[in-house]
């Protein structure tokens, strides 16, 4: 029972990659809290991970964070591990990138997760750990992910900053980066259509060496093995989940 006692914060734990860990920390002792923008998702989320509790919140809603974690700090006291997991899609070439586009995908896989880790510092401390999603569209060169790459390569970066402005305080800080990983996120690209989006599910398994999505359970090991004091020796890294995809091209 890594995670015994522990307080676990998923940020977009009711779907997808964040509930499969979600799921995981609870098995491990956790208490576990997560958020998400779909009350009804949150909801079912809570009630097959027992002792839970959820709160509905926009991560691109800087004042939202800030109230979320009043209310942990209130019902909890602190946080001890939290996973920075919220995102959203924004495939499409460049010429029909939208500014409004641009902006959702930026303020929710960018700006937001940087505050949610700023908002939340102050309940964590020495022996903590964070743990954020990227993803190897910030390595890669893929046709029709401008938006999406450049959110997720301005977090690897300030990532990478952030770990080295923590370290001195024992708060350990990593990011996992999924290759294709069949989780609902896949399926809501703004401006793509239903052909389009398998067109690109398609082009994914190709690329990937061991021809075959992820699944989320899989990121879900990945997320809680940075989050262990297995991993105490380990912070900045940037751990591959893709089948190989990024260094077997």
């Not at 750990?129 to 890669?140: L, M, N, Q, R, Y």
Request: aromatic residues 6%.
């Amino acid at each position: 029972m890594r995670f015994e006692n522990k307080t676990v914060l998923v940020m977009g734990g009711n779907s997808g990659m964040g509930l499969a860990s979600a799921k995981a920390f609870a098995k491990e002792g956790a208490k576990v809290r997560i958020t998400g923008r779909n009350q009804q998702t949150l909801d079912a989320a809570v009630a097959d991970i027992p002792g839970s509790k959820g709160y509905q919140a926009d991560i691109s809603d800087i004042a939202a964070t800030e109230k979320l974690i009043d209310q942990i700090e209130a019902e909890d006291g602190q946080i001890d591990v939290l996973y920075v997991n919220a995102g959203v899609g924004g495939f499409a070439p460049l010429r029909d990138i939208t500014e409004d586009d641009w902006d959702l995908v930026h303020s929710v896989n960018l700006k937001g997760c940087v505050f949610a880790i700023q908002k939340s510092l102050r309940l964590m401390g020495k022996g903590g750990s964070i743990i954020v999603t990227g993803s190897i569209g910030a390595h890669a060169s893929l046709p029709g992910n401008i938006t999406y790459a450049a959110a997720k390569g301005g977090l690897y970066a300030a990532v990478k900053v952030i770990a080295g402005e923590l370290v001195s305080e024992g708060i350990r800080v990593n990011m996992v980066s999924p290759g294709p990983i069949d989780t609902p996120l896949l399926y809501r690209n703004p401006g793509m259509s239903d052909e389009a989006v398998a067109a690109l599910k398609d082009q994914m398994i190709e690329a990937i060496p061991m021809h075959r999505m992820g699944e989320a359970d899989e990121v879900a090991r990945a997320v809680l093995f940075l989050a262990s004091e297995e991993a105490s020796f380990i912070t900045a890294a940037n751990l591959f989940v893709d089948g190989g995809a990024l260094e077997l091209r």
